[in-house]
């Protein structure tokens, strides 16, 4: 209703400024203005009943068709990248942070074709936003969640998507959060979770959270400066929480929002807050479909496109006593099963990757290499010099080549070692031979 009534007011100005001004484009304008205005943020079930591009497919198909959207994503099935592609749609991912980050994230993990997605975030979107990428200037005054799910259903109405919008640090947020991921079972019914949130307090909560139901998680953040990132697995008991390698702020217990300064804002760069999605939904993919290796800290600096990894262990001494219980429950786990990186090893090749053949193509080992091997399995032995001579005509190696060295060559170009001269008889010798 009130949409409407800006509309009508919007025309009797126009009206009452001359018969010109009510062009079509005008109205046009009007109309655009009024709907990107805060009063006209659709309901959660406007967004959600938002007209898709196309309607929904029941089943992912591998055929290269120009209308299959799931093509080229089953393409890393056939080519052995992937066991089974088709797996992802099982998967229910939580992102909590629909900023810079979250949002880009989320737009790719539903490109990807995943089963389901939580968006967790108490912000709106603004003007000051469009540095970023994913909103739209249209989308100002919606709230974040409401508008990415809006986006999201058009571009893959196959995804299952929950919007939530409050805050997570609040008490009441925290028990709204613990019980939305939480399955009827009383465990998480999240395969994982995304941070993507922009302050230590948020981090913190997730950290608890998924203390408390054992639930894996990436962390993901961006520096004040735009020009670094990382990411970072949470394995509760396996890696360090949150709490275990605190940043300073969190150790010296200093309220980051005495931090702020009126009027000065953090730098925002789209390109590095792209690149740390990228990196956090390859990181997911890996860690969801079991391919590759998950990497358990990646870091980003574009100053010099650095990229720095490391594993973080847990701090015997957390001052998180859920993550001590966590700790003591992985030790007693690796006591009686041994240690185990299951989550991490690709699946199993289970056949020929391509057994019908149908070009009847076969790999066939190299003689010399051949030979080489059996020679290796007898005994060590040092590598065969390549001989310059068997190059072809008119072709010559553009550095030195390994020449095996005896006793004569060695007798004949090798360091001389004098005894009795000092340092200052052989600065004599080269003053000498300088004249």
């Given amino acids: 209703m009130a949409v409407n009534q800006r509309v009508q007011a919007a025309i009797q100005e126009l009206h009452s400024d001359g018969p010109a001004a009510a062009s079509?484009?005008?109205?046009?304008?009007?109309?655009?203005?009024?709907?990107?205005?805060?009063?006209?943020?659709?309901?959660?079930?406007?967004?959600?009943?938002?007209?898709?591009?196309?309607?929904?497919?029941?089943?992912?198909?591998?055929?290269?068709?120009?209308?299959?959207?799931?093509?080229?994503?089953?393409?890393?099935?056939?080519?052995?990248?992937?066991?089974?592609?088709?797996?992802?749609?099982?998967?229910?991912?939580?992102?909590?942070?629909?900023?810079?980050?979250?949002?880009v994230a989320a737009e790719?993990?539903?490109?990807?074709?995943?089963?389901?997605?939580?968006?967790?975030?108490?912000?709106?979107?603004?003007?000051?936003?469009m540095n970023r990428l994913f909103f739209r200037p249209e989308q100002s005054g919606m709230t974040k969640t409401e508008a990415a799910k809006q986006t999201l259903v058009n571009i893959n109405p196959d995804v299952d998507i929950e919007a939530f919008h409050f805050n997570i640090s609040t008490l009441k947020g925290f028990d709204e959060f613990v019980k939305t991921i939480t399955g009827p079972d009383g465990a998480s019914r999240c395969d994982l979770i995304l941070s993507c949130?922009?302050?230590?307090?948020?981090?913190?909560?997730?950290?608890?959270?998924?203390?408390?139901?054992?639930?894996t998680w990436m962390e993901s953040g961006v520096s004040e400066d735009a020009v670094s990132g990382h990411i970072q697995v949470v394995r509760p008991g396996k890696t360090a929480c949150f709490e275990c390698v605190p940043p300073l702020v969190v150790a010296s217990g200093i309220d980051e929002k005495t931090l702020k300064r009126e009027g000065v804002c953090a730098a925002s760069l789209p390109t590095t807050m792209g690149m740390v999605a990228g990196m956090l939904i390859q990181n997911s993919l890996k860690y969801l479909l079991r391919f590759g290796t998950v990497t358990p800290y990646l870091g980003y600096s574009a100053l010099k496109d650095?990229?720095?990894?490391?594993?973080?262990?847990?701090?015997?001494?957390?001052?998180?006593?859920?993550?001590?219980?966590?700790?003591?429950?992985?030790?007693?786990k690796v006591e009686?099963?041994?240690?185990?990186?299951?989550?991490?090893?690709?699946?199993?090749?289970?056949?020929?990757?391509?057994?019908?053949?149908?070009?009847?193509?076969?790999?066939?080992?190299?003689?010399?290499?051949?030979?080489?091997?059996?020679?290796?399995?007898?005994?060590?032995?040092?590598?065969?010099?390549?001989?310059?001579?068997?190059?072809?005509?008119?072709?010559?190696?553009?550095?030195p080549t390994a020449e095996?060295?005896?006793?004569?060559?060695?007798?004949?170009?090798?360091?001389?070692?004098?005894?009795?001269?000092?340092?200052?008889?052989?600065?004599?010798?080269?003053?000498a031979l300088s004249q």
Wanted: charged share 25%; aromatic share 4%.
């Fill in 306 to 332: 650095f990229f720095p990894t490391m594993q973080i262990h847990p701090n015997p001494q957390c001052n998180n006593p859920l993550c001590m219980q966590r700790q003591a429950e992985y030790r007693r």
């Fill in 24 to 103: 079509a484009g005008s109205l046009a304008t009007a109309s655009t203005a009024a709907a990107g205005s805060p009063s006209a943020a659709p309901s959660a079930g406007e967004a959600q009943s938002a007209p898709a591009g196309r309607a929904k497919i029941e089943k992912m198909s591998a055929e290269v068709k120009d209308d299959n959207p799931y093509s080229r994503l089953m393409a890393l099935q056939r080519m052995g990248i992937v066991k089974d592609y088709e797996k992802i749609r099982e998967k229910r991912v939580a992102i909590v942070g629909v900023g810079g980050v979250g949002s």
């Fill in 404 to 431: 095996k060295v005896d006793a004569a060559k060695l007798e004949a170009e090798g360091v001389v070692t004098t005894e009795g001269e000092t340092v200052d008889d052989l600065a004599a010798q080269l003053a």
């Fill in 336 to 399: 009686l099963e041994g240690p185990s990186d299951a989550e991490d090893e690709p699946e199993e090749d289970s056949g020929p990757l391509h057994e019908d053949n149908e070009w009847n193509i076969e790999v066939e080992g190299d003689d010399e290499e051949g030979a080489a091997g059996e020679g290796a399995a007898a005994g060590p032995a040092a590598p065969a010099a390549p001989a310059a001579a068997a190059l072809p005509e008119g072709i010559e190696y553009s550095l």
């Fill in 197 to 215: 949130v922009d302050n230590y307090e948020a981090r913190m909560s997730i950290n608890q959270a998924c203390l408390e139901l054992g639930q």
């Fill in 108 to 129: 790719m993990l539903t490109r990807c074709g995943v089963g389901s997605l939580l968006l967790y975030d108490y912000d709106k979107v603004e003007l000051a936003n």
